[in-house]
């Protein structure tokens, strides 16, 4: 393997390869050293992954943790404000996302009924009609409009706020606050204000789901004695921001992609039947979730490199799903590709959650668009489409779009 790569000052971000692709120095770094060493703007010696078996690798080894307390939190950019770190994070309760087991089984564990692929199946005709509903509104809208308003976001903030019990007359609180949380280049006081009014928001609604339970998820939660106030508002916090922004991005850079793809478009209108496959290509193919972090509990030997104890490991899953080691022709987008096995949902203990719900949810969408607007198209040139470069999870801000109507 060559060591002669030029280590990375910070992680490589600007979309220089096109607004579906890698960066161009995680594709090279890829090529020649999957398991990099990469140096942290704060001056930590840390290491960045971008080879599929590798990554896989890291996320089934439980000795690449994702206690933030353990060590030292060192963030791979720039954070305006962001005093150099001299110690560990406190961990933040009912955070399982950051959590190992045991702690994190434990709350986890209290979840897992709700997700299961057999009540998401009962959910499918329901998150059906919520999208056919929309389709419906949007259907009666005047073209030009922005999918993402109109569409991409109604639809899984309906769903999540259905299925958490979180009033969905509160959606612009929490569409703002999530936002404005997942902005990279702020201040750093910014974030944590946007943090404390959804924590706050969402402690006071768990508070009032146990004095008053109804029949969602945030309800079954908080009739459990054992959990506090605290570890719900941790747990309604991921479930929440998890729930409802990487679908929507999804969705929008989904849709965004079949435009710029109209051959992939055009053979999902012709083989229905393809979704779901296509699903999990688009899946594999943007992976919006894209950067995780783990932290080095022993040195570790991975992909023919010694990470040592104490380092902050960085995986891209963009550029891990992208790895032609693992996927033919990776950067190629093909609806008809079995891409099942792809890292977008993570892999090991901290899989996504919700996987099932959120393939339920982009069927639904994508089907449903790609049937109900068969001249849709961008209204803008496509290099004048926003780009969520600034944001945690990737996507668009806006995806401006127009079809032909038909007369009535």
């Not at 769903?159 to 959606?171: F, K, S, T």
């Not at 496959?277 to 030997?301: G, H, N, P, Q």
């Not at 393939?359 to 089907?367: D, K």
Request: with cysteine; glycine share 6%.
């Amino acid at each position: 393997m060559s060591q002669t790569v030029p280590v990375p000052d910070g992680l490589p971000m600007e979309r220089d390869a096109g607004p579906f692709d890698p960066p161009r120095a995680l594709t090279r770094l890829r090529a020649a050293r999957p398991v990099s060493p990469l140096r942290f703007p704060d001056g930590h010696e840390g290491w960045l992954v971008t080879g599929y078996d590798e990554a896989r690798r890291l996320l089934a080894d439980n000795r690449f943790s994702s206690r933030q307390d353990l060590g030292v939190l060192h963030v791979p950019y720039e954070v305006p404000g962001m005093p150099v770190p001299t110690e560990p994070s406190p961990q933040i309760p009912g955070m399982f996302i950051a959590m190992d087991p045991p702690d994190h089984t434990r709350l986890r564990r209290r979840l897992t009924g709700a997700f299961t692929a057999r009540r998401m199946k009962e959910l499918r005709e329901h998150i059906t009609d919520i999208a056919e509903r929309q389709l419906e509104t949007l259907a009666r809208r005047t073209p030009p409009v922005d999918l993402v308003e109109q569409f991409a976001l109604p639809v899984p903030s309906l769903v999540i706020c259905e299925l958490l019990g979180v009033p969905y007359a509160d959606r612009a609180t929490f569409q703002s606050n999530t936002a404005a949380f997942l902005v990279r280049d702020q201040e750093l006081d910014a974030k944590m204000a946007a943090y404390g009014a959804l924590t706050g928001y969402l402690a006071d609604l768990v508070v009032r789901k146990r004095a008053d339970p109804g029949d969602d998820i945030l309800s079954d939660l908080a009739r459990q004695d054992d959990l506090t106030v605290e570890e719900l508002t941790g747990c309604a916090f991921l479930l929440l921001l998890a729930g409802h922004e990487t679908t929507v991005n999804q969705l929008a850079l989904g849709t965004f992609a079949l435009l710029e793809h109209p051959d992939q478009a055009a053979a999902l209108r012709a083989e229905p039947d393809l979704m779901p496959d296509a699903v999990e290509e688009l899946m594999r193919y943007l992976s919006v979730a894209d950067i995780f972090y783990r932290y080095a509990t022993e040195d570790i030997e991975l992909g023919g490199e010694t990470v040592g104890a104490g380092a902050t490991v960085v995986v891209s899953l963009l550029a891990a799903n992208r790895d032609p080691r693992r996927f033919e022709n990776p950067d190629t987008l093909d609806v008809r590709r079995k891409a099942r096995g792809h890292l977008a949902f993570g892999h090991g203990v901290h899989q996504c959650l919700g996987r099932q719900l959120g393939r339920i949810e982009m069927h639904a969408g994508f089907a449903g668009l790609l049937r109900r607007f068969p001249t849709l198209q961008l209204a803008v040139p496509a290099r004048e489409v926003p780009l969520r470069t600034d944001m945690n999870i990737y996507g668009v801000h806006a995806l401006p779009v127009t079809w032909t109507r038909t007369a009535p």
